[in-house]
């Protein structure tokens, strides 16, 4: 099983992010997956949380890359904060990843209607979104981000999870992704990607590894947009297994929302350009 690196990147504001990202698709070993972030779904509540948290940094990018690959020089000069963590990855999904992950990402799905689904959706009302649930203010959000006018507001979105089971409740949670990938997930486009264990590095490597935090899964599903996700937590089969096997599962957990669209191609455009971050 190989290893690979999950880092999350905060851009000194002096950046361009698409001359950075020329720069990181440089390399001689290009990333598995890079995405940009937009925002917290749910907040750690006790794990990593001075790193990803105490410092109020704005986190730009989600990179990953195989274990021990540094970023190449220019781009390291350009980030301000890192946190990372270590997992090993299936090699048959590494494998496969890029093609498969194209396809993913550039496929072609209608959106389920925006005004039905967030001025009713079937499920109850939630307070906030902590528990995976649709709450008004994620509501709010996401109706702003649809509305937007970027290539990233109605094309996929990539959710980076990171899970800390409660002891002997591991079982549990293979139930809700049993789940998830039969009916309550993938009926709405979801699709998990990758799914690695967290390993901690030996050495050097071992120092700032949200490994070494208790961290014992990673993973990132893709939805077909924005929308297809809020109408999976709206849906009251959804939440009726969420809370039966994945919240009792849980010691902690976290969900960045993040998109690949429109990256590739920026990257692209700027590989010409001369001159140095």
């Known amino acids: 099983m190989p290893l690979y690196t999950l880092s ?8 361009p992010l698409p001359l950075f990202l020329a720069s990181l698709n440089s390399s001689p070993t290009p990333p598995l997956l890079t995405s940009l972030i937009h925002r917290w779904i749910i907040l750690p509540t006790t794990l990593s949380t001075p790193a990803l948290l105490a410092q109020n940094i704005h986190w730009d990018l989600l990179v990953i890359l195989p274990a021990g690959t540094p970023l190449p020089p220019a781009a390291s000069r350009s980030v301000a904060h ?3 963590i270590t997992a090993g990855l299936p090699s048959r999904v590494v494998r496969s990843f890029s093609e498969r992950n194209r396809a993913l990402v550039k496929g072609e799905n209608e959106a389920p209607s925006l005004e039905g689904l967030l001025e009713s959706g079937s499920a109850e009302r ?22 937007g006018h970027g290539p990233e507001a109605k094309g ?27 009916s309550i997930g993938s009926r709405h486009g979801g699709d998990a990607k990758i799914v690695g264990t967290v390993v901690r590095p030996e050495g050097e490597g071992a120092d700032g590894d949200g490994a070494m ?20 937590l709206a849906s009251r089969d959804y939440q009726e297994v969420n809370h039966e096997f994945r919240l009792p599962s849980l010691k902690d957990t976290c969900i960045l929302m993040t998109s690949e669209v429109g990256l590739e191609e920026m990257g692209r455009k700027e590989e010409s350009v001369k001159g140095k971050l």
Not at 213 to 232: C, L
């Open 8 to 15: 999350l990147l905060s851009l000194r504001p002096s950046t």
């Open 213 to 232: 935090d208790g961290w014992d899964e990673v993973a990132v599903a893709h939805y077909p947009s924005i929308m297809h996700f809020a109408e999976m």
């Open 126 to 147: 939630a307070e906030s979104s902590q528990a995976l649930e649709l709450s008004d203010e994620l509501k709010g959000w996401i109706r702003e981000f649809y509305a």
């Open 82 to 84: 890192e946190w990372r």
């Open 156 to 182: 996929a979105v990539s959710m980076l999870n990171l899970l800390a089971f409660k002891e002997g409740m591991k079982g549990s949670y293979l139930r809700y992704g049993k789940a998830f990938a039969e």
